[in-house]
């Protein structure tokens, strides 16, 4: 993938099918330390150990309407191809938390990408999973909770289109300012 946006939104689909209504999406750059770390963490069914085992190997996917699963594998080469490391750890009926470690000026590693658009799809996915994004660049920290929205917009859907294309610009806005803010 060209974007590791891709692939948080892939990794955050699998805990919407996990039945999670609560999804952590971490992103934490030290460019100082050189480290770029994505963590995703949700509340879904989790998985038993043996699952667990498995998870990384493609061929091995609790989707019905196809034999691969990619996501996790991926994400994985990406970190490892980056000198990283990649960590997942479940529980069942506890959820699941999936860590990636980049080597941050890596020439390999892709760029973060457009990570308004991850969220806002995956709020029009289901618009009822919490989604708590928080993203550190250097020491600045953004924070953006779809449960703040929701009591700020009260009875209105947080999947109008209006609000929808609101929280992209307003996601990628703050992310931009963090970078400048760090220069």
Same mark, same amino acid.
């Given at each position: ?22 999804? %952590? ?11 770029? #770390? ?18 990384? !190997? ?60 991850? #969220?806002?799809?995956?709020? !029009?996915? !289901?618009? =009822? ?8 660049? =250097? ?32 996601? %990628?806005? %703050?992310?931009? !300012? ?6």
């Amino acid at each position: 993938m060209k974007e590791l946006s891709l692939h948080i939104l892939d990794l955050a689909e699998n805990s919407l099918r996990a039945k999670a209504t609560k999804i %952590n999406i971490n992103i934490f750059e030290d460019t100082e330390k050189d480290l770029l #770390i994505i963590e995703l963490e949700d509340n879904g069914i989790g998985m038993d150990e043996d699952l667990l085992r498995k998870v990384e !190997n493609p061929f091995v996917t609790s989707r019905t309407t196809r034999k691969v699963g990619l996501g996790i594998p991926l994400m994985k080469a990406a970190a490892l191809r980056c000198e990283g490391d990649f960590k997942i750890s479940s529980e069942i009926g506890e959820g699941t938390r999936v860590i990636s470690i980049f080597k941050h000026s890596h020439i390999d590693r892709a760029p973060i990408g457009d990570i308004g658009q991850t #969220i806002i799809s995956l709020i !029009n996915a !289901n618009e =009822n999973v919490e989604i708590v994004y928080r993203h550190s660049y =250097n020491g600045n920290c953004f924070v953006f909770d779809t449960r703040e929205i929701k009591k700020i917009l009260g009875n209105v859907s947080i999947n109008e289109a209006d609000i929808m294309l609101w929280i992209k610009d307003y996601i %990628n806005e %703050n992310v931009k !300012n963090l970078y400048r803010n760090s220069q």
